[in-house]
């Protein structure tokens, strides 16, 4: 299994690997072999490299965690998880924006933290000093800029530099548009979403001064913007000089910056299937009593189910004793699964 540099780079091969389970060692590997704009990176910053890696496999754990439900689960240790970011269906959308947006949230909170010597806190200093007036919460108090900021914009580039390279123009112009699309979309997920965060200073509590910053949205809640994107993706094909995108079907207004786009259906991933990538959902469990995806009729596309019962170890009975130990019994525990047949 390799992972996706090497896909993230050369658009024919996109699936050389995928990019998102990848060790920074590796990615550069990979890449100094297919050269270009990447191996270029991996020269010269190894360590936000490095980012870029922990922010893919931060991408794709939430994937997972948005599609747990779902029959394609965004299991990614199979090269079946490499057949879907070749495709251009809805998942393959996903996958783009939340990497990409991964990775810009990676790196903007290595910059926070100091990890990197190429970027730190944002610098507020040349921002626009705020009227006292007009400022976030209470009306009339004075407030500055202060505290440490996220960089946004630095991740946004670096993600832009990392993400985009692969998906040069060239023979398939119609998919690398898509790509180059989704992957803004996910960014954008992060970066115009920026709350602010404020403190009080002033004799016990006054808050006679407040010094403010930005701080990034948790990336759960990038997640949850991006599957609500995703639900609702526009289907677009390429227009007749192969450079722009048109909405297909009645959709009355063309995709936004933020909308995923996709081009083709996605299969049903109800059977295993090596050629979409579908692994089938034989064997999932299931809700028996839930309406929604996650219900045993949907899961498992008709097919039915059976109930099995498991028993799980727990922790039970835990003490806390002084101090400071906590104590606990192992206790069985019976549960029931329904499993798609
Ligand atoms: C995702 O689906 C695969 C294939 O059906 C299954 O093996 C795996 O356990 C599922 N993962 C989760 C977290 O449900
Ligand atoms: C199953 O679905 C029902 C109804 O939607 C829900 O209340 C319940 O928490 C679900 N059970 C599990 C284990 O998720």
Not at 6 to 18: H, N
Not at 74 to 97: M, N, P, W
Not at 187 to 198: D, F, H, N
Not at 290 to 297: E, I, K, N, Q, V
Request: a positive charge; glycine letters at 10%.
């Amino acid at each position: 299994m390799g992972a996706g540099f090497a896909l993230l780079a050369v658009p024919s091969c996109r699936a050389v690997g995928s990019p998102l389970v990848m060790d920074p060692n590796s990615i550069c590997r990979k890449t100094k072999r297919l050269a270009g704009k990447q191996a270029e990176l991996c020269q010269l910053e190894p360590e936000i490299v490095q980012e870029v890696a922990k922010g893919t496999k931060l991408g794709v754990r939430e994937c997972q965690y948005q599609f747990r439900f779902r029959r394609w689960n965004c299991t990614s240790h199979s090269k079946y998880f490499g057949k879907i970011l070749q495709q251009d269906i809805r998942e393959t959308a996903f996958v783009y924006a939340i990497t990409a947006a991964g990775v810009s949230h990676a790196i903007t909170q290595a910059c926070s933290m100091g990890e990197l010597l190429q970027c730190s806190c944002e610098l507020t200093r040349s921002r626009a000093p705020p009227s006292p007036t007009a400022g976030p919460g209470t009306e009339g108090t004075a407030w500055e800029w202060g505290g440490c900021g996220d960089d946004v914009q630095f991740g946004y580039e670096k993600s832009q530099q990392f993400m985009d390279a692969k998906s040069k123009k060239g023979k398939n112009d119609i998919r690398a548009l898509i790509d180059l699309h989704n992957n803004e979309a996910g960014r954008l997920a992060v970066r115009s979403y920026m709350r602010t965060e404020c403190k009080c200073h002033g004799l016990s509590g006054s808050c006679t001064l407040r010094t403010c910053w930005r701080k990034m949205p948790h990336f759960r809640e990038v997640g949850d913007r991006l599957l609500e994107r995703f639900n609702g993706a526009f289907k677009v094909m390429g227009g007749n000089d192969g450079k722009t995108l048109i909405p297909v079907g009645d959709n009355i207004k063309p995709p936004d910056k933020q909308d995923l786009i996709y081009s083709a259906d996605s299969p049903d991933f109800c059977s295993a299937n090596r050629k979409t990538g579908s692994l089938g959902t034989r064997g999932r469990v299931c809700n028996s009593t839930a309406m929604d995806t996650s219900g045993c009729d949907l899961l498992c596309c008709g097919r039915g189910h059976r109930d099995e019962t498991v028993v799980l170890e727990e922790n039970c009975l835990c003490r806390f004793h002084w101090c400071c130990v906590v104590q606990c019994r192992k206790c069985s525990v019976r549960q029931e699964l329904s499993l798609c047949v």
